[in-house]
């Protein structure tokens, strides 16, 4: 898979200096890709030397794709908003709420067994309505990304222990649990729909205007608004996709755990966005990579694996992740540094 860059990043110089390919390989995105797959390997070879054959067993392997699965379906949606040059910390309490709606639509028999699809519509529509307040916010309203979607989270988290009353909501729908639950050629459903979701989410970051205006408007806003891109519009598009992934990712936390409750999916958005941030997405916006996404969920699920297997203290586990997510910041600033100093070494054609 390919990735979208900034108009500038789009030619490298390697194209005119005779050496095209083998740069490209080097220090193109599939160099990035090729990074993320070693450090992959690595967390492989470690959990295969601390856990032995019990890493690498059928079960364990499926547990680990399945936490990548809803993480994954989530980072998708904030990968669009970030190579935009946004943020969006309130995907993770949509997730709370869009499960306890769902739920709380089969503990009102709204859901039979035949129309329960009607019972994850419901669910996802309200992830995208969340989604379209916070873009009218942040677009209309001009309230800073941050502040905007901070404020979702509070209230968002708050709606939905009001609704459950602070209950766990049990989801006794048999054909909906069934289902997500179930496996198809040997891979749990939950994997095929996070291969869907990345899937679709690479072709409309890559193949697509409007993954083109997205990567635009990250690169250059005032650029992208003159060159008549209704940006407003586009941002709002973004977080009703956010949105949209929260919710699809809260009905698949439903189905997983066969309940709804205001806690699922809490600090999902931090792992979300580390999962990015680490993939390659610049954080400063500008540049977005779906592949790089996946091998970032797939690399911090494994971590958090190794970690399980091996009984590490959960404070430890999280001072390591934070650690890794300061490093990979650190290292995206060094490389746009470096990018910027050639990109002005380069001679102005006229």
Not at 114 to 134: I, P, Q, R, Y
Not at 303 to 311: E, G, P, R
């Amino acid at each position: 898979m390919s990735e979208q860059n900034t108009p500038a990043a789009t030619q490298p110089a390697a194209q005119n200096s005779g050496g095209g390919f083998l740069q490209n390989l080097l220090h193109g995105p599939a160099a990035r890709s090729l990074g993320l797959v070693v450090a992959l390997a690595l967390l492989f070879v470690i959990g295969i030397i601390t856990s032995g054959d019990r890493f690498l067993s059928a079960d364990n392997l499926m547990v680990i794709l399945r936490y990548a699965s809803i993480i994954g379906v989530v980072s998708i949606g904030v990968t669009f908003v970030i190579t935009a040059g946004g943020i969006d910390l309130s995907v993770g309490s949509l997730m709370g709420l869009t499960s306890v709606v769902a739920s709380l639509a089969v503990v009102q028999s709204a859901a039979t067994n035949s129309t329960w699809l009607l019972m994850v519509a419901v669910g996802v529509l309200v992830g995208m309505l969340a989604g379209f307040v916070n873009g009218l916010i942040i677009a209309y309203g001009n309230v800073v990304a941050f502040i905007a979607t901070v404020a979702m989270l509070v209230a968002a988290r708050g709606l939905a222990e009001i609704i459950s009353e602070r209950r766990t909501l049990l989801v006794t729908n048999t054909d909906f649990t069934g289902f997500m639950r179930d496996d198809f050629l040997g891979v749990p459903v939950l994997v095929w729909i996070f291969a869907v979701v990345a899937a679709a989410g690479w072709f409309l970051l890559n193949r697509t205007t409007f993954g083109r205006r997205t990567v635009a408007i990250g690169g250059n806003l005032e650029a992208s608004r003159l060159a008549g891109i209704k940006v407003k519009r586009h941002l709002v598009s973004l977080y009703v996709l956010a949105g949209l992934t929260a919710g699809i990712a809260g009905v698949m936390m439903m189905g997983r755990t066969t309940s709804g409750t205001s806690t699922h999916g809490l600090l999902y958005e931090l792992d979300a966005i580390a999962a990015v941030v680490v993939g390659g997405t610049l954080l400063a916006g500008g540049r977005g990579t779906i592949m790089g996404t996946v091998l970032g969920v797939l690399i911090f699920s494994t971590l958090t694996n190794v970690f399980t297997q091996n009984n590490l203290d959960t404070s430890v586990q999280s001072l390591i992740k934070g650690a890794i997510i300061v490093v990979a910041v650190m290292l995206q600033q060094r490389l746009a540094a470096r990018k910027e100093r050639k990109a002005k070494k380069q001679p102005i054609k006229v």
